[in-house]
């Protein structure tokens, strides 16, 4: 089946410093990638949508320069919060739609806790 | 834009009873998917079943069953034969046909199975 990592999976780090989290497709090759936020208790809400090889596409809301998203691979997509606040830690999560599967289902990785002290 | 509403934010059911879920979505387009996704308190995502648009057929996984009236935008789960294990958080999701495309998640519903 199709897997998806992430990592780290659990991040604590001061108000100001940048943060880096990693998703990856391990049997398969993924030319878009997603990226959810999600709140203690709340639903998933996509942040952006990471396209290999170029921008990636923001929803509205979302400050493309506080989450830099660079997708350099077709294996790995990369989520850095810049000047990370206290108001940014969530959990962060990664999908990756395979066509190894029909029915375009797409792959969760397991999340990162960000927490900013 | 599509919006997929869970009017239930808790519910609750004793084991081996059965509990139905509630999920209905907007949208304007014609070719679609919808699923449900169990979250338990590991964070993982469990696709727990799918069904595609087109198809009037509902679809069945083992104890888990949907409605989807397409007419209607209405698309509940049934969990028969409730187990402690199926204790999560379980979220309606929509997703438009096509390669990689978005999904889009209502606010989840928690559902507490009783012993």
């Known amino acids: 089946g199709a897997v998806v990592s992430q990592h780290p999976s659990r991040v604590i780090c001061k108000s100001g410093t940048s943060v880096k989290i990693e998703c990856r497709s391990l049997d398969f090759q993924a030319t878009t990638m997603f990226w959810y936020r999600q709140f203690p208790k709340k639903s998933l809400m996509l942040m952006a949508t990471?396209?290999?090889?170029?921008?990636?596409?923001?929803e509205q809301g979302v400050e493309k320069d506080k989450f830099l998203i660079n997708h350099a691979s077709l294996t790995l997509s990369t989520l850095t919060v810049t000047s990370a606040h206290p108001e940014d830690s969530s959990f962060y999560i990664c999908?990756?739609?395979?066509?190894?599967?029909?029915?375009?289902?797409?792959?969760f990785g397991p999340g990162t806790r960000l927490t900013v002290l | 834009a599509q919006t997929v509403t869970q009017s239930q934010p808790e519910m609750s059911v004793q084991e081996a009873e059965t509990v139905t879920l509630s999920c209905t979505y907007d949208t304007s387009e014609n070719n679609y998917y919808l699923f449900w996704y169990k979250q338990p308190p590991s964070r993982q995502m469990i696709l727990v079943i799918r069904q595609e648009a087109y198809k009037q057929q509902n679809a069945t996984e083992n104890r888990f069953s949907v409605n989807f009236q397409k007419a209607a935008k209405s698309f509940s789960l049934k969990i028969s034969d409730s187990q402690l294990g199926d204790t999560a958080m379980y979220f309606c999701?929509?997703?438009?046909?096509?390669?990689?495309?978005?999904?889009?998640f209502g606010a989840g519903t928690r559902l507490t199975v009783k012993p």
């Open positions: 999701a929509f997703m438009k046909r096509g390669n990689n495309n978005d999904m889009r």
């Open positions: 999908s990756a739609p395979s066509r190894l599967v029909t029915g375009n289902e797409q792959f």
């Open positions: 990471s396209n290999e090889g170029s921008k990636a596409t923001y």
